[in-house]
């Protein structure tokens, strides 16, 4: 079946304990990116990646890092994070602009609240 | 399930009954507009979509209409079902080449369907 996988689902921190979100995707896709959604601000984008070793900052990168090693992963790292980083956060991959089907496939979300 | 949003606009619908869901962008040098549909506790699931040289674009009891002189985006649901209870989301593309495939959304709006 074809996915986007985020772990974990739930994830209850501390200020300043690093963390990592890991976003697995089985599509080939080339473009990956990562979404935090809080109430009344809708989607908004932290990173994204347009292919292997290529990253980006979207509009709210502070406070985040990420990586593309591989194609079918793209781990968001939080070095020290804060409580207003308690948020719902979505990774979505998709093929590149160029190609047929521009929309994005969403991971089922990654609830982090730090305390 | 998770919650998306609090502070959400609302349409209540009765089942049987159509529905519209409107959206406005900003960006004018958007191509490319999708509808993405949240349930509770999942992530964003791809509707329809559409491409700025386009008016109108029908899917399976779903229709889309855009109208670029006033930047305005609808969703059109047909006979309204239970299952259609979910916060819907516009998404804009602009620029594919210099930011891939980067979406800007919406803030949502909430469907509650009335039996």
């Known amino acids: 079946e074809a996915q986007v996988t985020q772990n974990p689902r739930y994830l209850i921190t501390v200020t300043g304990k690093k963390l990592t979100v890991t976003c697995s995707q089985n599509?080939?896709?080339?473009?990956m990116s990562w979404y935090r959604q809080d109430p009344g601000l809708g989607l908004r984008q932290i990173y994204y990646?347009?292919?292997?070793?290529?990253?980006d900052k979207g509009d709210v990168p502070e406070g985040y890092k990420v990586s593309r090693k591989e194609k079918r992963n793209f781990p968001l790292i939080l070095e020290s994070p804060s409580p207003n980083q308690t948020s719902l956060y979505f990774c979505?991959?998709?093929?590149?602009?160029?190609?047929?089907?521009?929309?994005?496939?969403f991971g089922s979300g990654t609830r982090l609240t730090v305390v | 399930g998770e919650s998306v949003g609090l502070h959400l606009p609302t349409l209540s619908v009765q089942e049987g009954d159509n529905s519209i869901i409107n959206c406005a962008y900003s960006?004018?040098?958007?191509?490319?507009f999708i509808w993405y549909k949240q349930e509770s506790g999942k992530g964003p699931q791809f509707i329809i979509d559409?491409?700025?040289?386009?008016d109108k674009r029908q899917g399976q009891r779903v229709t889309v209409l855009l109208n670029k002189t006033v930047k305005h985006l609808s969703l059109q649901i047909a006979a309204t079902q239970p299952g259609d209870s979910a916060v819907y989301f516009c998404?804009?593309?602009?620029?594919?080449?210099?930011?891939?495939?980067?979406?800007?959304f919406g803030g949502g709006t909430r469907v509650l369907v009335k039996p």
């Open positions: 979505a991959s998709s093929y590149r602009g160029d190609r047929a089907g521009y929309g994005y496939t």
């Open positions: 599509m080939n896709h080339e473009y």
């Open positions: 990646s347009m292919n292997v070793e290529v990253t």
């Open positions: 960006n004018s040098a958007s191509d490319y």
């Open positions: 559409i491409r700025s040289n386009m």
């Open positions: 998404a804009e593309n602009a620029n594919i080449k210099a930011a891939g495939n980067k979406l800007t």
